[in-house]
């Protein structure tokens, strides 16, 4: 039992939530690993959205609006953390949603695509191939999802893949609390931000910006002022932790 008033209280029930995820499946015990150090970089951040990644949720909305074929890849932590989320974003960007994963087995897989769907997610599912240029199991992929598509939005990321999207010729969004990782430096747009954070504020995006301020956001947007932007924040909170 965790109390209400505990000053961490949202922070241990997610754990909580994927402990529970990963007993089931859902979540690997990697992915564990990277909610911690997803944490130790929230915390350097002050665990709010900064201007400039509110300025990345607001061009993330602006690419997948304009895409021919936007397509959502879930794995098990951003399932087990933002299914209701993920769902608002599929309806608000039209977006595909396709399970790709790490540690993929075909359990995890039906897992992971019951649990989106109860949540509302229109999942894409059917036969993967091994479609992309990586030897590790997150080559596997559909055809008509994520292989095809031109402008991919990929929470929780391994550096590999990314880059194989972005060599692909694929606009890659990523959402990455590290800005230092190689999928925050590959992606061609980098939310420096947590994902519950971050997708429904993409998702309101989606709904409020005019046509004028889209095309706007995907003309101008700066990936390495972005990721500067949330190093300086870091740094700064580090040099006046103690002040
Ligand atoms: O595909 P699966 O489900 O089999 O598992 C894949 C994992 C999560 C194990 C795989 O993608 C992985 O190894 O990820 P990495 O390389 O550890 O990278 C995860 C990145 O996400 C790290 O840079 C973390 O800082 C970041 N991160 C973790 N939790 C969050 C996050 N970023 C945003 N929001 C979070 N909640």
Same mark, same amino acid.
């Given at each position: ?7 961490? #209280? #949202? ?22 690993? %990277?909610?911690?150090?997803? &944490? ?38 951003? %399932? ?17 949603? &396709? ?14 695509? !019951? ?11 059917? &036969? ?21 598509s031109d402008v991919v939005l990929v929470p929780l ?5 990314? &880059? ?16 230092? @990782? ?11 931000d947590e994902l519950t954070r971050a997708v429904p ?14 095309? !706007? ?7 390495? #002022?972005?990721?500067?932007? %949330? ?7 580090? @040099?006046? %932790?103690?002040?």
């Open positions: 039992m965790i109390p209400r008033d505990h000053p961490r #209280y #949202y922070s241990l029930m997610t754990r909580e939530r994927l402990a529970r995820c990963a007993k089931k499946g859902i979540v690997s015990f990697g992915g564990l690993a %990277a909610h911690g150090r997803g &944490e130790a970089f929230d915390y350097l951040l002050g665990e709010k959205t900064t201007k400039s990644a509110f300025l990345a949720q607001q061009t993330a909305a602006a690419l997948l609006m304009a895409a021919h074929h936007p397509v959502i890849s879930v794995n098990g932590n951003s %399932a087990a953390l933002a299914a209701h989320e993920i769902a608002a974003l599929q309806r608000s960007s039209g977006a595909l949603v &396709e399970v790709n994963l790490f540690h993929r087995t075909k359990k995890r897989i039906g897992s992971i695509e !019951r649990l989106l769907q109860d949540a509302g997610v229109d999942v894409f599912s059917g &036969e993967a191939e091994r479609l992309l240029p990586l030897s590790h199991d997150r080559a596997w992929c559909r055809r008509n999802g994520i292989f095809s990321e391994d550096g590999d893949r990314c &880059e194989a999207l972005v060599s692909m010729g694929k606009k890659v969004i990523a959402i990455d609390l590290n800005p230092l @990782s190689r999928t925050a430096r590959a992606a061609t747009l980098t939310i420096v504020n993409i998702t309101r995006a989606c709904n409020e910006l005019s046509q004028k301020d889209r095309d !706007r956001l995907t003309v101008s947007f700066d990936n390495n #002022y972005l990721l500067t932007d %949330a190093i300086r924040e870091m740094t700064a909170r580090l @040099s006046h %932790a103690l002040d």
